[in-house]
């Protein structure tokens, strides 16, 4: 980048950080009117009221996802773009080296129709799929939540159980360990094998190392950017058999590229 460009860069860069700053001293100023405002802009972590949600250092929520309210992520777990956990009527408790996937919704009840209270309660090394809705129910440890299904109010998923892709489960069922539900409603479908159960482990696992994949990039300075980017092309004509041809002996350095889920 030219010195013209990186002095534009951090005109821009300051104008924003004022524009922010400003922002957040009119909130002040409305006090409680500032909550009327039609247009805001987007937080990660929210309070709302006096809860503010408890996230670990080692734990990566992306940038687009919101974290609202009385909501308790554990250590290594992840929540990823556009997924949204609202703890307002009641507590949100999520374990350590959990994943909870890009679009997911999480939310609470303050009780269902007998009174009894409904938090949401996801344990550790639990995968919830993309696009998944939890809504006041319990997901035990180890289990496995997948792609599109919905489990409402009361629902329990024991440890080692699996709700299969697009499933709805109704109140008030439990899945039992070991086996697979699905359709809709769902219902038992079978026992779940050997390499299936390896399968819910090894998926949290994996999400856990790609998470801090991201947290590295989404953390990375313009210059740290700017240097990959230059690092990228300095080898985009990289060929092999050219220097192998000219018995050169060269070392490429490792270029970034996708991550590959077991």
């Not at 909130?27 to 972590?45: D, N, P």
């Not at 909870?100 to 639990?126: E, F, M, W, Y």
């Not at 919905?150 to 024991?158: A, K, Q």
């Not at 947290?215 to 050219?242: H, L, M, P, V």
Request: charged share 20%.
């Amino acid at each position: 980048m030219s010195g013209i460009g990186r002095a534009l860069y951090n005109v821009g860069f300051w104008v924003r950080e004022t524009g922010q700053a400003l922002d957040r001293l009119g909130c002040r100023l409305q006090g409680k009117y500032a909550f009327t405002e039609e247009l805001s802009r987007h937080r990660t972590i929210m309070n709302l009221f006096d809860k503010l949600p408890e996230v670990p250092e080692n734990a990566f929520v992306a940038p687009s996802a919101a974290v609202i309210g009385d909501v308790q992520i554990g250590q290594r777990s992840s929540v990823w773009y556009n997924a949204i956990l609202r703890g307002d009527v009641n507590s949100i408790r999520v374990g350590a080296d959990t994943n909870i996937q890009d679009g997911c919704i999480v939310h609470v009840a303050k009780t269902n129709l007998a009174g009894k209270i409904l938090p949401t309660i996801i344990g550790s090394r639990v995968t919830v799929g993309h696009n998944a809705i939890l809504h006041a129910c319990t997901v035990e440890d180890e289990a496995f939540v997948g792609i599109g299904a919905t489990l409402l109010d009361g629902v329990v998923v024991e440890s080692g159980a699996m709700v299969a892709a697009g499933s709805l489960v109704v109140q008030n069922t439990r899945v039992p360990s070991g086996q697979i539900w699905a359709g809709s409603p769902a219902k038992f479908f079978r026992t779940l094998t050997a390499a299936e159960r390896a399968f819910i482990t090894k998926s949290a696992e994996s999400y856990a190392s790609l998470a801090e994949v991201h947290a590295k990039e989404n953390a990375k300075s313009f210059e740290e950017i700017e240097a990959d980017k230059k690092q990228r092309e300095g080898w985009a004509n990289y060929s092999e058999d050219y220097v192998s041809s000219v018995g050169a002996v060269v070392d490429k350095p490792p270029v970034p590229g996708p991550v590959k889920l077991a």
